[in-house]
């Protein structure tokens, strides 16, 4: 069953997505940078708000946490090494919590913000479910506000170490313009190629294209690929002094930075 069918992305700003979760009419929502989807969402169904989970500091992710706060009795969790402008239960690499029957682990995954974490969401009979905020997403990764690539590259190793089922819920709908990116580092990849069509086709249609899942990810990410040979090579012309798998990394991060 059925955890994941309610499993929910509640469009926020431009581009944000505010995961939402619910089971026995309560609910669980990862990063509202606004209140008003979330109240709108609970209010519509009739949901209990639980948990508020927080992945890193930035105002798209927190800003609103405190009028939730407000508003519901939830708890909120959120990165222990980060300032946050409402209070949380503190969580690093190593603590968990628990909703609904669900087991929630937490990894740090330093690189976008300096303490910015990542929740891995497992029940019986149902795959792990990743919370990665701005750390991966579809086709890409984040930017390197406060971390090295060497970070970013560990933290991407550690997420892509789950299991290969596992739903990732990213952020942000970037998935197009990062594919646009993937096609020029790794243009051979068939499978990128047919996974374009299939996001070109959703997005028409007015749906996300996320939850991903790793396997997928793993097949089509550049960010995810950077030490296979296809991807090696497109970088090898574009980096000066390659000496290490972070500065392939570095090469392919700036390389997007400027990419338009
Ligand atoms: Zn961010
Ligand atoms: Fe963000």
Redesign the pocket.
């Known amino acids: 069953m059925g955890l994941l069918m309610n499993l929910i992305p509640l469009p926020a700003f431009s581009d ?1 997505y505010i995961w939402l979760l619910h089971h026995n009419g309560r609910a669980l929502v990862v ?1 509202p ?1 606004d209140a008003q989807p979330v109240l709108d969402a609970l209010n519509q169904a009739g949901w209990v708000l639980d948990h508020i989970l927080v992945t ?1 500091h ?1 105002a ?2 927190v800003g609103g946490v405190a009028a939730l706060m407000a508003a519901t009795s939830a708890k909120v969790y959120g990165p222990a090494h980060e300032k946050l402008p409402i209070p949380v239960t503190p969580l690093s690499q190593g603590h968990s919590l628990s909703w609904q029957g669900m087991h929630f682990d937490v990894l740090d995954v330093p690189g ?1 913000t300096a303490g910015h974490i990542a929740f891995v969401g497992k029940a019986p009979d149902m795959a792990p479910v990743l919370f990665c ?2 750390t991966l997403f579809s086709g890409g990764c ?1 930017r390197l506000f406060e971390g090295t690539p060497a970070q970013m590259l560990a933290s991407l190793d550690r997420l892509s170490a789950l299991p290969t089922d596992t739903l990732v819920c990213c ?2 709908e970037y998935t197009l313009s990062n594919l646009k990116f993937a096609v020029e580092v790794d243009p051979d990849n068939q499978d990128l190629r047919a996974y374009v069509s299939h996001c070109q086709d959703l997005r028409a249609r007015g749906l996300p294209t996320l939850p991903s899942h790793l396997g997928l990810e793993l097949q089509i990410n550049p960010f995810l690929r950077s030490r296979l040979p296809a991807v090696r090579a497109t970088l090898q012309d574009r980096t000066p002094t390659p000496f290490d798998d972070a500065s392939y990394f570095a090469a392919m991060r700036q390389w997007k930075n400027d990419y338009r």
């Open positions: 944000n990063d940078g890193h930035h798209d992710h976008h905020g701005d984040g952020a942000h």
